[in-house]
C-alpha cells in the first residue's frame, strides 16, 4: 500500500511551530514507500480541510524516482496556493484545531498542466495511481 510519513511530525499530530507562520514557515520533510507500478510522477498538495480546503501548497512534476520531500526543499515545480504565491505557507488557523493534509498522488503522466489550484486537483485526480496522504494538527495563536 502507498504510505507516506515525516520524520518532521506524527500523523494525527501537532505540526511543531517550525512549520507554520509563527515558525520559520518551511516545508516539514515527507517520505513515500511503495510506490504503485508505473508511477511516472508525483504531485504534493497541502491543505486544510477544516478551512475551507485552504491550499497551503501545490508541487508538481516530481520526478517517479524521487522518494522524499528534505525539510525546506522544493521536490518539483511549485504552483500558486490559497495564498495566491508559489511556495510553501503554513498553518495560520484564525480560530481552533485545524488539520493540514499532506497528500502524494502517483501519477500516470511525466508532466502536469495545471497552473491554478481547481485544475491541479482535476488533473491530479484524472490522472493517479494512488493517494498517500499524512495530517497534522495547529491550533490558533491568537
Known amino acids: ?17 517550525k512549520y507554520s507562520t509563527y515558525g520559520d514557515d518551511v516545508n516539514p520533510e515527507l517520505s513515500w514507500t511503495n510506490v504503485p507500478e508505473g508511477t511516472k510522477s508525483f504531485c504534493i498538495i497541502n491543505d486544510d480541510p477544516d478551512g475551507h480546503n485552504w491550499v ?3 508541487v508538481k512534476n516530481i520526478p517517479a524516482d524521487v522518494t522524499s520531500v528534505p525539510e525546506d526543499t522544493v521536490p518539483g515545480e511549485e504552483v500558486v496556493s490559497s495564498w495566491r504565491i508559489k511556495k510553501y505557507k503554513g498553518p495560520r488557523p484564525p480560530s481552533g484545531t485545524h488539520r493540514y493534509f499532506f497528500k502524494v498522488y502517483a501519477l500516470k503522466i511525466e508532466k502536469m498542466k495545471a497552473n491554478n ?4 486537483y482535476k488533473e491530479a485526480e484524472a490522472n493517479k ?14
Open 56 to 58: 497551503h501548497w501545490l
Open 117 to 120: 489550484i481547481r485544475d491541479f
Open 1 to 17: 500500500m502507498f504510505t507516506v510519513t515525516s520524520k518532521s511530525f506524527t500523523n494525527k499530530g501537532p505540526l511543531p511551530i
Open 129 to 142: 495511481l494512488a493517494v498517500a496522504e499524512i495530517y497534522g494538527t495547529f491550533s490558533s495563536q491568537n
